[in-house]
Protein backbone atom coordinates (compact mmCIF):
# COMPACT_ATOMS: atom_id res chain seq x y z
CA UNK A 1 0.00 0.00 0.00
CA UNK A 2 1.53 3.25 -0.71
CA UNK A 3 1.21 6.36 1.37
CA UNK A 4 0.72 10.13 0.91
CA UNK A 5 3.16 11.72 -0.74
CA UNK A 6 3.97 15.51 -1.60
CA UNK A 7 6.16 17.23 -3.51
CA UNK A 8 8.68 19.51 -3.29
CA UNK A 9 9.37 19.35 0.05
CA UNK A 10 11.05 22.66 0.79
CA UNK A 11 10.04 25.70 -1.50
CA UNK A 12 11.86 28.95 -1.52
CA UNK A 13 9.63 31.80 -2.73
CA UNK A 14 9.09 35.74 -2.54
CA UNK A 15 6.61 38.03 -1.83
CA UNK A 16 4.31 38.10 -4.42
CA UNK A 17 4.70 35.06 -6.03
CA UNK A 18 2.48 32.00 -6.70
CA UNK A 19 3.65 28.52 -5.50
CA UNK A 20 1.62 24.99 -6.95
CA UNK A 21 2.14 22.01 -4.22
CA UNK A 22 0.72 18.74 -5.25
CA UNK A 23 0.05 15.96 -3.25
CA UNK A 24 -1.20 12.17 -3.72
CA UNK A 25 -3.78 10.02 -1.97
CA UNK A 26 -2.82 6.91 -0.39
CA UNK A 27 -4.18 4.32 -2.50
CA UNK A 28 -7.57 3.53 -2.01
CA UNK A 29 -8.63 6.99 -0.68
CA UNK A 30 -10.83 9.20 -2.25
CA UNK A 31 -10.66 12.39 -0.14
CA UNK A 32 -7.62 14.52 -0.01
CA UNK A 33 -7.43 17.92 2.65
CA UNK A 34 -4.92 20.27 3.10
CA UNK A 35 -3.55 22.09 6.17
CA UNK A 36 -1.41 24.88 6.92
CA UNK A 37 0.86 24.19 10.29
CA UNK A 38 2.89 27.52 11.33
CA UNK A 39 6.01 26.65 13.74
CA UNK A 40 4.69 25.93 17.16
CA UNK A 41 0.50 25.65 16.48
CA UNK A 42 -1.70 22.92 15.39
CA UNK A 43 -2.07 22.26 11.45
CA UNK A 44 -4.58 25.06 10.42
CA UNK A 45 -7.73 23.26 7.67
CA UNK A 46 -7.47 24.79 4.54
CA UNK A 47 -10.23 22.72 2.71
CA UNK A 48 -11.01 19.51 1.59
CA UNK A 49 -11.74 17.38 -1.86
CA UNK A 50 -13.74 14.51 -2.46
CA UNK A 51 -14.74 13.26 -5.86
CA UNK A 52 -12.86 16.43 -7.30
CA UNK A 53 -14.81 18.90 -5.46
CA UNK A 54 -14.45 20.91 -2.83
CA UNK A 55 -16.07 19.65 0.65
CA UNK A 56 -15.13 21.99 3.19
CA UNK A 57 -12.93 25.29 3.78
CA UNK A 58 -11.68 26.49 6.62
CA UNK A 59 -10.64 30.39 7.25
CA UNK A 60 -8.43 31.01 4.05
CA UNK A 61 -8.99 33.75 1.69
CA UNK A 62 -9.67 32.84 -1.74
CA UNK A 63 -5.99 33.14 -2.59
CA UNK A 64 -5.69 29.73 -1.49
CA UNK A 65 -7.14 27.45 -4.33
CA UNK A 66 -7.10 23.92 -5.17
CA UNK A 67 -7.98 21.24 -7.09
CA UNK A 68 -8.51 16.93 -7.47
CA UNK A 69 -7.50 14.97 -10.31
CA UNK A 70 -9.67 11.60 -11.07
CA UNK A 71 -7.33 9.63 -9.39
CA UNK A 72 -7.49 11.61 -6.21
CA UNK A 73 -4.38 13.04 -6.32
CA UNK A 74 -4.68 17.32 -5.90
CA UNK A 75 -2.88 20.47 -5.97
CA UNK A 76 -2.95 23.28 -3.66
CA UNK A 77 -2.11 26.76 -4.96
CA UNK A 78 -1.52 30.20 -3.29
CA UNK A 79 -1.48 33.31 -5.56
CA UNK A 80 0.34 36.48 -4.04
CA UNK A 81 2.17 35.17 -1.62
CA UNK A 82 2.62 37.10 1.41
CA UNK A 83 5.57 36.68 4.32
CA UNK A 84 3.08 35.00 6.27
CA UNK A 85 2.23 32.33 4.79
CA UNK A 86 5.45 30.84 5.33
CA UNK A 87 4.61 27.19 7.30
CA UNK A 88 4.85 23.83 6.72
CA UNK A 89 1.67 22.72 4.21
CA UNK A 90 0.20 19.38 5.21
CA UNK A 91 -1.93 16.99 2.93
CA UNK A 92 -4.02 14.47 4.48
CA UNK A 93 -6.29 11.66 2.81
CA UNK A 94 -8.97 9.38 3.71
CA UNK A 95 -11.52 6.61 2.14
CA UNK A 96 -14.68 9.58 2.91
CA UNK A 97 -16.97 7.43 3.00
CA UNK A 98 -19.48 5.69 5.31
CA UNK A 99 -18.58 8.70 8.19
CA UNK A 100 -15.07 7.55 8.19
CA UNK A 101 -12.90 10.42 8.81
CA UNK A 102 -9.26 9.18 10.12
CA UNK A 103 -7.03 11.05 8.35
CA UNK A 104 -3.36 9.75 6.95
CA UNK A 105 -0.93 12.77 6.30
CA UNK A 106 1.78 12.81 4.05
CA UNK A 107 5.19 14.33 4.83
CA UNK A 108 4.38 17.95 4.14
CA UNK A 109 6.25 20.63 1.90
CA UNK A 110 8.10 23.38 3.94
CA UNK A 111 7.08 26.52 2.16
CA UNK A 112 9.32 29.74 2.69
CA UNK A 113 8.10 33.17 1.63
CA UNK A 114 11.49 35.77 1.59
CA UNK B 1 -12.88 31.23 22.50
CA UNK B 2 -10.96 28.49 20.66
CA UNK B 3 -12.77 25.93 18.96
CA UNK B 4 -10.64 22.94 20.18
CA UNK B 5 -8.43 23.90 23.59
CA UNK B 6 -5.71 21.33 24.87
CA UNK B 7 -3.02 21.51 28.00
CA UNK B 8 -0.97 23.99 26.72
CA UNK B 9 1.80 21.97 28.22
CA UNK B 10 4.69 21.02 28.26
CA UNK B 11 4.34 18.07 30.62
CA UNK B 12 7.95 16.38 32.11
CA UNK B 13 7.55 13.34 33.42
CA UNK B 14 10.00 10.06 34.20
CA UNK B 15 9.38 6.91 32.47
CA UNK B 16 6.46 4.52 34.07
CA UNK B 17 4.36 7.67 34.69
CA UNK B 18 0.99 7.90 33.60
CA UNK B 19 0.02 11.16 31.96
CA UNK B 20 -3.45 12.56 30.99
CA UNK B 21 -4.37 15.02 28.29
CA UNK B 22 -7.06 16.93 27.89
CA UNK B 23 -9.03 18.87 25.33
CA UNK B 24 -12.44 20.68 25.05
CA UNK B 25 -14.06 21.64 22.11
CA UNK B 26 -16.80 24.21 21.36
CA UNK B 27 -19.18 22.84 18.61
CA UNK B 28 -21.72 20.48 19.80
CA UNK B 29 -22.41 19.29 16.28
CA UNK B 30 -19.32 17.75 16.41
CA UNK B 31 -19.19 14.31 14.85
CA UNK B 32 -15.64 12.55 15.17
CA UNK B 33 -12.81 12.64 17.18
CA UNK B 34 -9.30 11.70 16.93
CA UNK B 35 -6.23 11.67 18.97
CA UNK B 36 -2.78 12.05 16.49
CA UNK B 37 0.96 12.79 18.07
CA UNK B 38 3.86 14.46 15.90
CA UNK B 39 7.12 14.27 16.61
CA UNK B 40 9.55 17.43 15.71
CA UNK B 41 9.51 18.44 12.34
CA UNK B 42 7.65 15.43 11.18
CA UNK B 43 3.44 14.76 9.98
CA UNK B 44 1.06 14.10 12.42
CA UNK B 45 -0.02 10.20 12.91
CA UNK B 46 -3.26 8.85 13.83
CA UNK B 47 -3.01 7.59 17.20
CA UNK B 48 -6.53 6.65 18.24
CA UNK B 49 -10.28 7.67 17.43
CA UNK B 50 -12.06 8.48 20.46
CA UNK B 51 -15.80 7.32 20.82
CA UNK B 52 -18.18 7.65 23.63
CA UNK B 53 -17.86 3.91 25.01
CA UNK B 54 -14.11 4.58 25.15
CA UNK B 55 -11.50 2.88 23.28
CA UNK B 56 -7.80 1.19 24.47
CA UNK B 57 -5.27 0.33 23.01
CA UNK B 58 -2.48 -1.21 24.79
CA UNK B 59 -0.89 1.51 27.06
CA UNK B 60 -2.95 3.96 25.48
CA UNK B 61 -7.09 4.86 26.97
CA UNK B 62 -9.13 7.85 25.04
CA UNK B 63 -12.79 8.91 26.11
CA UNK B 64 -15.57 11.04 25.16
CA UNK B 65 -17.81 13.09 26.80
CA UNK B 66 -20.20 14.52 24.17
CA UNK B 67 -22.26 16.09 27.13
CA UNK B 68 -19.06 17.92 28.51
CA UNK B 69 -17.33 18.07 25.14
CA UNK B 70 -14.92 16.83 26.40
CA UNK B 71 -11.97 14.29 25.18
CA UNK B 72 -8.96 12.78 26.86
CA UNK B 73 -5.60 10.66 26.58
CA UNK B 74 -4.29 8.56 28.96
CA UNK B 75 -1.00 6.94 28.47
CA UNK B 76 0.17 4.39 31.05
CA UNK B 77 3.69 3.15 31.97
CA UNK B 78 5.67 6.23 29.86
CA UNK B 79 8.34 5.45 27.75
CA UNK B 80 10.83 7.29 26.15
CA UNK B 81 9.27 6.69 22.71
CA UNK B 82 6.09 8.27 24.29
CA UNK B 83 7.91 11.82 23.51
CA UNK B 84 6.08 13.82 21.40
CA UNK B 85 3.32 16.49 20.68
CA UNK B 86 -0.30 15.12 21.51
CA UNK B 87 -2.87 16.98 18.96
CA UNK B 88 -6.65 16.77 19.66
CA UNK B 89 -8.87 16.61 16.26
CA UNK B 90 -12.85 17.57 16.23
CA UNK B 91 -14.24 16.77 12.92
CA UNK B 92 -17.88 18.52 11.97
CA UNK B 93 -19.89 17.72 8.58
CA UNK B 94 -22.55 20.01 9.32
CA UNK B 95 -22.41 23.10 6.43
CA UNK B 96 -19.18 21.20 4.70
CA UNK B 97 -16.75 19.30 6.24
CA UNK B 98 -13.86 21.18 8.69
CA UNK B 99 -11.30 19.46 10.77
CA UNK B 100 -10.22 21.89 13.65
CA UNK B 101 -6.77 20.54 15.34
CA UNK B 102 -5.88 21.86 18.51
CA UNK B 103 -2.73 23.57 19.35
CA UNK B 104 -0.96 20.15 20.54
CA UNK B 105 0.58 19.63 24.31
CA UNK B 106 3.83 18.57 24.35
CA UNK B 107 4.93 15.61 26.16
CA UNK B 108 8.76 14.51 27.52
CA UNK B 109 9.20 11.22 28.66
CA UNK B 110 12.57 11.52 31.27
CA UNK B 111 14.72 8.72 32.29
Known amino acids: ETGVTQSPTHLIKTRGQQVTLRCSSQ?????VSWYQQALGQGPQFIFQ???????GRGNFPPRFSGLQFPNYSSELNVNALELDDSALYLC?????????????FGPGTRLTVT | RKEVEQDPGPFNVPEGATVAFNCTYSNSASQSFFWYRQDCRKEPKLLMSVYSSGNEDGRFTAQLNRASQYISLLIRDSKLSDSATYLC????????????FGAGTRLFVKA
Open chain 2, 89 to 100: VVISVTGGFKTI
Open chain 1, 49 to 55: YYREEEN
Open chain 1, 27 to 31: SGHNT
Open chain 1, 92 to 104: ASSSGTGGIYEQY
